[in-house]
């Protein structure tokens, strides 16, 4: 019996120390969870390393860490995203999808002025579902088919989700999201969809205002009671 606890004491001891070993000399654990920010114009993804508390935001292999959220369908099949679905957009341009945001969990009416003048501004075909719902008009291989606002962001997510498998070899699946404070819950559960597609877990949906205040650890500073949060885009500033 005591020969039997020795044994089971010793393997203990012989963790601890290969635990303490690798924390201190290993590879560090590869992230298991990322943040990611589904731009309308940009999207990027962070993870969290908690071997050294670092959150690292991912570059892809352009060295680009803000990825134009632009989504190309090619005439052979081959679909491009970010910087490569930019520099074909010129030729490709009714097969070249962006703004895809805009549209997501948005029901729109055919009739609609201003549906009408977005619409015509945009190079590619947009169509409405029995619903309401924005469908992208594509062709591939001489075939046009409709595409939902969801799938192109979840290919942009995808390619995302596959930047951090080539920079740290991690299939990440677990994912926060954050979204406009203005979207209501109908935009932000297709936002979660669009996660889905992804093959991927929403942990979390938070609003980019509240993102903004937690990366620069405003919530854990003494005193402050009302922040100002500055969003600088493309088209709009907004302030919170």
Sequence with gaps: MSTTFTLIGISAIAVSLLGYYFQKYGPPPPPKIAGIDLGTTYSSIAVFLPASGQTIVIEDKLGKKSIPSVVGFLGNGEIVVGTKAVEQQETNPSNTIYDAKRFIGKRFEENNPQFQMDRNRYPFTIKLDSEGFALFEIEEKGVKRLIRPEEIGSIIISYLQKMVLEFYGANIKEVVISVPTEFDQMQRTYTNK??????????????????????????????VEYILVVDIGIIFIKFY
């Design 194 to 223: 669009t996660v889905d597609l992804a093959g991927m877990n929403v942990r979390r949906i938070i609003s980019e205002p509240t993102a903004a205040a937690l990366a620069y650890g405003l919530h854990e500073k003494k005193g």
